[in-house]
T-cell receptor
Framework: DAGVIQSPRHEVTEMGQEVTLRCKPI?????LFWYRQTMMRGLELLIY????????DSGMPEDRFSAKMPNASFSTLKIQPSEPRDSAVYFC???????????FGSGTRLTVV | QKEVEQNSGPLSVPEGAIASLNCTYS??????FFWYRQYSGKSPELIMS????GDKEDGRFTAQLNKASQYVSLLIRDSQPSDSATYLC??????????FGTGTRLQVFP
């Protein structure tokens, strides 16, 4: 099992550019979560999917953020346009059932300059 | 009041000692509780889960849950320098999602 796979590992972009983060969950896991981690705010849930359907996007900070899950093995988180305050580590996590622990990917460290 | 609260630390303990990490939560209906370990620059890693009152032991780790007092703790026996990390408490209510505390940084010195 390769675990949750995220790409890229690091992303440096200029303010105003579009950023796309990618995630492949563990096969058989029905839940996929996108988190953002900063020193100030810790781990914040942005959005999660169940069986490819977005269930709760109340954590998405602004309309600049969007997420999709076109199939069971792939999800994207897009920021357009990016801003310096979006700089953070973005984690994708998956789980096979509600109420169970998550497995996290390695994260994408995003820097917007 | 935060939904899940942890002391940010750092908690410094000597090698071989017991490290005690605590977490309180606000929602009395919370049902599942987890401890994650996160090394600097790495992703959180699940180390313990607990669902009912009492203690659960796994190797050097013991999770303790007291629903009446709304706290969950993690004990690390025979602490090693390799245990130095941030420990995140996570709580699940009647929903699909986990709410994380901001973590406690543990430092184990030789």
């Amino acid at each position: 099992d390769a675990g949750v796979i995220q790409s890229p590992r690091h992303e440096v972009t200029e303010m105003g550019q579009e950023v796309t983060l990618r995630c492949k969950p563990i096969s058989g896991h029905d839940y996929l979560f996108w988190y953002r981690q900063t020193m100030m705010r810790g781990l914040e849930l942005l959005i999660y999917f169940n069986n490819n359907v977005p269930i709760d996007d109340s954590g998405m900070p602004e309309d600049r953020f969007s997420a999709k899950m076109p199939n069971a093995s792939f999800s994207t988180l897009k920021i357009q346009p990016s801003e310096p305050r979006d700089s953070a580590v973005y984690f994708c996590a998956s789980s096979f059932d509600r109420g169970t622990g998550y497995t996290f990917g390695s994260g994408t460290r995003l820097t917007v300059v | 009041q935060k939904e899940v609260e942890q002391n940010s630390g750092p908690l410094s303990v000597p090698e071989g000692a017991i490290a005690s990490l605590n977490c309180t939560y606000s929602d009395r209906g919370s049902q599942s509780f987890f401890w994650y370990r996160q090394y600097s620059g790495k992703s959180p890693e699940l180390i313990m889960s607990i669902y009912s009152n009492g203690d659960k032991e796994d190797g050097r780790f013991t999770a303790q849950l007291n629903k009446a007092s709304q706290y969950v703790s993690l004990l690390i026996r025979d602490s090693q320098p390799s245990d130095s990390a941030t420990y995140l408490c996570a709580v699940n209510k009647h929903t699909d999602k986990l709410i994380f505390g901001t973590g406690t940084r543990l430092q184990v010195f030789p």
